[in-house]
């Protein structure tokens, strides 16, 4: 009997302990699976590739500084930081509420800047949803001021301005046009959908996920 019962004690020894165990890793899981959250949210907040923000205009619109070399309007891309992405045009803008006067030389903006968005046209100085001809945005004395698109009141188109170039064939700036450094860059928008099918997939399984800021090597967000 003394026998039985000290095996009794034992065995329910043995499950107190792995009751202890499990909890402790489902508590270890969730506090990962909380500062895994928390480092995206604080990497979405980066509007910026750099981690910069040359202008803000609204919560969820920024104005990102750079350059690229491959031609392509959509390349500027590179510039946004994780979970944003280049505006597309107006009805993005007036989504987040951006006006004619945040648009056209706001408070704080350098002369001669200018930030594109994805928006363009058909042709005619006529914005659309359809065609690849000039490229609208925002900025300070920029680019043929007054062939407006909605808020926007400026925009690239018939030739090469500053930093902006590329321009051949005056239909297709949209795809044709690159930049060099200065005179703005890029009008990026926060996505609706940060977290990314990789990211959640990490949260699920545990896998290490890197996440480069900017363009610099040592600017890494390691998520596990």
């Not at 392509?72 to 007036?94: F, H, P, R, S, T």
Request: glycine share 12%; charged share 20%.
């Amino acid at each position: 009997p003394a026998d039985a019962a000290t095996k009794v004690r034992l065995r329910n020894a043995q499950h107190g302990k792995t009751a202890v165990e499990e909890h402790q890793r489902d508590h270890t899981k969730s506090t990962d699976t909380q500062e895994t959250r928390k480092l995206a949210e604080l990497i979405s907040e980066m509007a910026c590739a750099d981690g910069s923000e040359e202008h803000k205009f609204a919560a969820h619109v920024v104005g990102c500084d750079g350059a690229w070399t491959t031609p392509g309007i959509v390349n500027g891309a590179a510039l946004c930081g994780y979970g944003w992405e280049i505006c597309q045009g107006k009805a993005a803008l007036k989504q987040h509420g951006i006006t004619a006067a945040d648009c056209d030389c706001p408070p704080g903006m350098s002369g001669e800047t200018f930030y594109a968005t994805l928006q363009s046209g058909a042709g005619s100085w006529q914005c659309s949803a359809n065609g690849a001809d000039d490229v609208w945005g925002c900025g300070c004395h920029g680019p043929n001021k007054g062939k407006t698109c909605g808020m926007m009141n400026y925009a690239l188109g018939n030739k090469n301005w500053k930093a902006w170039q590329g321009d051949k064939h005056w239909v297709s700036e949209l795809n044709d046009f690159h930049k060099n450094v200065g005179n703005g860059g890029v009008m990026c928008c926060k996505k609706k959908a940060v977290a990314s099918s990789a990211m959640r997939r990490a949260q699920a399984s545990g896998d290490r996920v890197v996440v480069t800021i900017g363009k610099s090597s040592s600017k890494k967000r390691c998520v596990t």
